[in-house]
């Protein structure tokens, strides 16, 4: 199946480079949409984005806000030369912060009844796929399965326990252990490219586009942000169109109402606010 899929990838990538779509214009590298920018960032396909135009997973800019995300921080931090105590000394503040808040506070939409039923770990977005219960329900076990691959020790398999760990010492020092030597690999060595590159969304309202950082690759992301680089290589995953946002999925199901799915769309389009939590 991931041969398959592998093959299929290679197969529209190598169309996209045939059809000439496979790099974007000057006006399209500064946020406009013309007639083949579509086309270009069709989804499932590889590109090469600007960074200017790039906002991190929980919807700040990269350019200019970085230091507006917590893990953005997380970067300073390690760039600096800070201890790894001090470094999860400091996400300390940012998790005990966000440990008691609910899905509704994390989103800036405190009036949101539907939102504050959830902690602020099974948030998702309107444009996405998933709806918020689905999110409660699995979230932990995907934790679990995450974290216990990257050396995170867990008590049991208990639903309880894994949510417990999820605001845990432990977990802070392994995500700064984790962050940590990526950094520093990179920095090094550089980038090692593979075929599994990262998954980023676009955002389109009228005839401008801005893009976001997907669940995978956001490490990197980050760090490659802070070293500078001008450009990020990803695949997109969709499209997300703010004249169709009444047909998003966590709209329709009555999680958002029209009006706050906007707003959060406006807002990660700006870069300026921060949503999503740490965890």
């Excluded at 006006?27 to 406009?32: A, D, I, K, P, V």
């Excluded at 995953?237 to 004249?243: A, P, Q, T």
Aim: positive net charge; glycine residues 6%.
């Amino acid at each position: 199946m991931f041969k398959l899929k592998k093959t299929i990838l290679f197969f529209f990538d190598l169309l996209k480079k045939f059809l000439l779509l496979s790099n974007l214009n000057r006006n399209e590298l500064n946020g406009y949409i013309l007639r083949f920018t579509i086309p270009k960032l069709y989804p499932n396909t590889k590109v090469t984005v600007p960074y200017s135009l790039g906002r991190t997973v929980r919807g700040v800019s990269f350019d200019k806000n970085l230091h507006l995300d917590p893990a953005g921080r997380l970067c300073k931090d390690i760039s600096n030369g800070l201890k790894a105590s001090e470094i999860s000394n400091n996400l300390s503040l940012v998790f005990n912060e966000q440990k008691d808040m609910s899905a509704a506070d994390i989103l800036n939409l405190s009036t949101n009844n539907n939102l504050q039923k959830y902690p602020a770990w099974s948030a998702v977005m309107p444009w996405e796929k998933l709806s918020i219960e689905r999110m409660f329900n699995s979230y932990p076990e995907t934790f679990y399965k995450n974290r216990h691959s990257r050396g995170l020790v867990f008590e049991n398999r208990d639903r309880l326990s894994i949510i417990k760990k999820m605001y845990s010492k432990e977990f802070i020092k392994n995500r700064v252990n984790q962050m940590k030597e990526l950094y520093e690999s990179i920095e090094r060595k550089g980038l090692i490219k593979d075929s599994n590159l990262p998954k980023i969304n676009i955002l389109v309202n009228g005839k401008e586009w801005r893009w976001f950082m997907g669940d995978g690759g956001n490490h990197r992301s980050y760090i490659l942000a802070h070293l500078g680089h001008d450009s990020f290589e990803a695949r997109i995953g969709s499209i997300i169109d703010k004249k169709k946002a009444a047909a998003w999925h966590n709209v329709k199901n009555g999680t958002y109402t029209v009006t706050e799915a906007r707003q959060i769309f406006d807002c990660y389009f700006d870069g300026k606010k921060v949503f999503r939590g740490m965890v």
